[in-house]
């Protein structure tokens, strides 16, 4: 059976020409992409020296996602990740949100998944996490009065010196689902890459060309910068859907509502996305955890709308994002995946006769062999040209190349599980977004997969340091003298009841087209770094490097020994060929043989 079109091997020439396109995007004069890199698959190498510190590109990322945990610690512009809002809000959500999820530990204990008393069995590790969650519950309120907290999720407290930290205004998603961004440039941007297709909120605003639509479409959620952005747009729209099209018998676990009026998530719906939920089901690769397979509940009314041709359910995709948010957050990027590409599809379609389109339609190519050659038809050539960017990255299907986690036993099962989540997946979100016009390429399982696959083999993760953090230095930094401990009299609290999470960062996960061309090395001899604000990721010479030398980047803790390192890289799906592991794997054997030869004469005496 021939491999689906969108996954088949493309030629030699196209993904030249394509790369040397994002080289010069990038404006990386001083290195080229390999096709063959000592059977590693595709490469980057130095085409001239470059020196130590030298900046060799910056590149944007093509899709990225804010971990779904970390909306609990940063309110962030989907978009570039800067954080917004205001010292006070981000404080206030922080500790908000822990005590939302400190609460839910606590409970955790005595209510089980299935709303029963808990008894026996786990309950003793349950009640250890209850009684730290209790401890560290006491020491928030020790230090911050509950009013104190919705003053500050409200905004309506001003912090000292927090004037010289201003953060820019959140402006909420166009529908009102929720999603914050920094300003009208940022919430665009996301709108028309591929939001406008996945936005969850069923609210009639905006520009959205509106056919039909249920009589009862949810109110849109005001825009709060107090509530997990882009997370809160998900869950809430997940949490109205599922009110109304909930065929589990369960309630929502989206509590947005908190004791004192600040709106946050419950630790149910962290626990459902973040790593405390453990045992729920199969681990994946990456890291975060999937729950064993959820139904799939059809959304009972649909809500269409028809953008470029395409046909929107809302409803549908609120499901979708509340699937994702209960199994593996991937899902969201690949959505973003696949329906940046359908519109870009759409858009050529519809622009094919004026020359853009014409000319981007005409120089898709073709697959090299075993399938249809290129087609005339102006619908897969247009699908292939918005494909172009995610066609050459490196991908394997998820579900076949995931490690299996130590604690799995069954390996069959186990991929068959995961398999079956990414098949529900997918479902919902061909529920959601719908072209016939384009056939079925897009939405085979197999392509779905490999989308998914290739997040989990070359993903870059995004850091961005806390404006929180810079502000507690600040105020430590401050002369020592009266004003200083006037201002710590009401910032020292605070500090105590953050504890350790003062800091944390804004952490997302990315696929770049360049950065994920670059191999990994034990002993790298460059460094990436994500420059706060713009999400633009720079990649740096860490040393000198002759011409004709690899590129390459350290995708693990490089200090571990050789074991672990290996270790680390089956996540990865390879066994590491670098230069520094291809020696000590010599050296290994030089010893083990060495060790050999000891025992035999031992034997002989
Ligand atoms: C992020 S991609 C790097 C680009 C990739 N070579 C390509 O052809 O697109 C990661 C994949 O490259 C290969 N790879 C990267 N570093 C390697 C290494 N040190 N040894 C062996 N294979 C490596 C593995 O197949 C890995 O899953």
Redesign the pocket.
Known sequence: MSSPLLLQCYERESQISYYNQVLLDAKASSIEVNLD?N?????LVATRDISEGATIFVERPLVHLQHLDNHWSAIVCQTCLRFVGSIERQVGHKLRCLVDQLRGAQRGTSISDDGSSDGGGASEIDLDGALEAGERLEQIYAHVAPEQLAELCSGTVKLPLSEEFQLPEPVPCRRGCGALYCGAACEAEAWEHAHCLLCPSSALVGSAAATTAAASSPESPQANSTQPSGMADMAEAASSSSAATNTRGQSSSYDVASEDGAAGLSMEAALSAGPSSAGRGPRCASGRLVASGPSVAAPMEAVTEDLWGISIDRRALASFCEHALETNEIFLLAAQVVAATLLKAARLVVVGEQSEGAAAVATAPGPSSGGPGPSSDAYQSALLAAWRPFM???K?CWWESVAVPDDVDDEEEFRAQLRSLASDSLELLAAGIKDPRFGPDLFQLEVYGSIVGMFE??NMGLSVSSPVEDYFLAVDEMEEGTEKREVTKVTQPLLDALDAEYATPCEATAFLALQ???????DPNCTAACDTGDRTVTVLAQRDIPAGEEI?LS?IDVSLPYKERQSE?RD???????VR?LAEAAEARGRRKGAARGVKVGRRR
């Not at 059977?39 to 490469?43: A, L, Q, T, W």
């Not at 994920?516 to 034990?522: A, D, E, L, R």
């Not at 990865?572 to 670098?578: D, K, L, S």
């Open positions: 890199v059977d590693k698959g595709k490469g050459y990255g490196w394997r083999l070359n994920s061309c670059i191999n990994h090395s034990c390459t995708y890289l990865y799906g390879f066994v590491c060929r670098c592991c």
